[in-house]
């Protein structure tokens, strides 16, 4: 599948799919958590399977930004796609692991390790012995 | 303090702040509410909420905000405050008890979310109520979680409240604004019935003062002149001869020219009518004075005050020509109606002596727009008659005398 690349995404191969990457910015707030849930809705929308969500650089994320990152996972849950936050602050993981919001996407050190965790699940299982 | 502790905390503070400006700083309402719902959301790490106005009028919650709960937000929920969750406070005062209000509303609202509902009160009034799923980390909310919400409430609260009062304020500004409409349509009714009984006074000019009327609006507007004053200018047109109220019937009705002694009667009408219209507060400026200078001339010999050009104002000039147009153009018992060649004459020799030039040709403009069907609807064609104005010399002689008064060109100009 042929997919259109927009500013600050990225398309990589996938088993199964394919995953986009959207980049977050230095402070997630009101205005840049509506172009990320924006820029997520039309990846999903466009086919993609993965959306990997790159922090690096981000600075702050404030109660708006955990919110609309929220409805962003609420999204993909609902277009049966999964999504990974990479590069994110100790301070932003801390953040998210007390919120809850570790409990629903896969965290990443890089864009890079999170392919390899989104193929390790697209990978077949391996066949059962009997 | 553990970090995890005060990454908490500093989370809630820095909510209360985004609360704060979003609050403060967004004017549309919905959008408003919107973020603030954010803000509990992220505040907490919740997947699905909403926040509800609660319309005391009509008894329902109506949604204005929700999050994770598909693309509409929920139908409205009928409510009404049962008399349970109200208590009496040791000051005597009616006040609803919180807990009793949000078993209410849990109970009005069993298909949405409602982990946490926190009903907005603000000055003993349900304004609205937020409702709150589970949490991302599907731990139960603590103690610290309830009053969090319950502070972030408050601004939301009060939030609703104003906007409350807002609206209340536009429908009482909306009401008033009717009342004021209905009450000048009342005062146009009554100077029409006053002008229909200055007409009556005189049985060969009925319609006059309203003819008067619509031709001083009709100039007025082709001045540029805006709503407001065009307005203004045709209620003094239909009560310029108010004054005539205080002249002896025989004398306006006398079917042959009358004397000295009861022109002298009959010219007391523009004071008259001044002393009439002087004590009544009218909407618009000057209404009496037009009436007291509609027989005034720009070089100074009318009557009563023998004003000269720019002493009379411009509006008691546009009705000194629409009365003199109508006089001009309806019959009367002692002579018929002037043909129109005849108006434009008079027009012509009077201009700078009895008329202002500039009103002059607003008139005409005003004719020779109607003639060529450059207006719809054609009040002059309609209030002259059927033929008057059909002659094909009309728009010629019309231009021609714009012209003429456009380029200063009057008789009384060449007379110095």
Same mark, same amino acid.
């Given at each position: ?130 | ?149 319950? %502070? ?52 060969? %000019? ?113 009705? %000194? ?8 153009? %309806? ?86």
């Amino acid at each position: 599948m042929t997919q259109p690349n927009h500013a600050h995404t990225a398309l990589n191969p996938l088993s199964d799919g394919e995953v986009a990457v959207v980049f977050a910015g230095d402070y997630v707030n009101k205005l840049s958590g509506q172009r990320i849930e924006r820029e997520c809705r039309l990846k999903l929308e466009s086919g993609y399977r993965a959306l990997v969500i790159n922090f690096k650089g981000t600075e702050l994320v404030n109660s708006i930004g955990v919110s609309i990152l929220l409805g962003v996972i609420d999204i993909a849950e609902q277009k049966e796609a999964r999504v990974v936050f990479t590069n994110v602050n100790r301070h932003t993981v801390e953040l998210f692991e007390l919120l809850g919001l570790t409990r629903h996407v896969a965290m990443a050190e890089s864009d890079d390790a999170a392919l390899a965790t989104l193929s390790e699940f697209a990978a077949p299982s391996p066949p059962q012995g009997h | 303090m553990p970090d995890s502790r005060m990454t908490k905390v500093l989370h809630a503070f820095a909510a209360l702040a985004d609360l704060g400006e979003e609050i403060a700083e967004t004017s549309d309402f919905e959008e408003m509410v919107s973020s603030a719902l954010h803000v509990v959301l992220g505040a907490l790490g919740i997947r699905r909420g909403a926040v509800a106005e609660y319309d005391a009028r009509l008894s329902l919650f109506r949604f204005v905000a929700s999050r994770g709960l598909g693309e509409a937000h929920p139908p409205d929920v009928a409510f009404t405050c049962d008399e349970a969750a109200t208590h009496r406070s040791g000051d005597g005062q009616l006040r609803l008890d919180a807990s009793a209000l949000e078993k209410e509303i849990r109970a009005a609202l069993p298909d949405l979310p409602a982990e946490s509902v926190m009903p907005l009160v603000v000055r003993g009034e349900l304004v609205g109520v937020i409702l709150l799923g589970a949490k991302a980390s599907d731990e139960a909310f603590n103690a610290e979680d309830h009053e969090l919400v319950r %502070t972030l409430g408050r601004h939301i609260g009060v939030g609703l409240h104003n906007h409350r009062l807002l609206r209340e304020l536009e429908h009482r500004a909306e009401e008033n604004r009717r009342l004021y409409d209905d009450l000048r349509a009342i005062y146009q009714d009554t100077v029409r019935a006053f002008a229909a009984a200055i007409d009556c006074k005189d049985k060969y %000019t009925q319609g006059h003062s309203e003819r008067v009327g619509k031709y001083s609006e009709i100039i007025a507007r082709e001045l540029g002149w805006g709503d407001q004053e065009v307005e203004g200018i045709a209620v003094a047109g239909y009560l310029h001869d108010i004054g005539k109220l205080v002249v002896d019937r025989d004398i306006i009705n006398a079917p042959y020219k009358i004397d000295a002694k009861q022109s002298s009667e009959l010219n007391r009408h523009p004071a008259a009518g001044y002393e009439i219209l002087r004590p009544i507060n009218h909407p618009y400026a000057d209404i009496p004075l037009m009436a007291r200078y509609h027989h005034e001339r720009i070089d100074g010999r009318g009557y009563p005050d023998g004003l000269k050009g720019d002493q009379i104002p411009l509006g008691a000039k546009i009705v %000194t020509l629409a009365d003199s147009f109508d006089a001009m153009t %309806t019959d009367r018992p002692y002579k018929r109606r002037r043909a129109f060649a005849e108006v434009i004459e008079d027009f012509r020799f009077n201009s700078g002596k009895q008329f202002a030039p500039e009103v002059v040709i607003a008139l005409c403009r005003a004719i020779l727009k109607e003639v060529n069907g450059q207006v719809r609807p054609r009040q002059i064609v309609k209030l002259l008659g059927k033929g008057y104005l059909e002659s094909e010399r009309v728009p010629a002689m019309l231009e021609e005398l714009i012209v003429e008064l456009e380029a200063g060109d009057t008789l009384a100009a060449r007379h110095g």
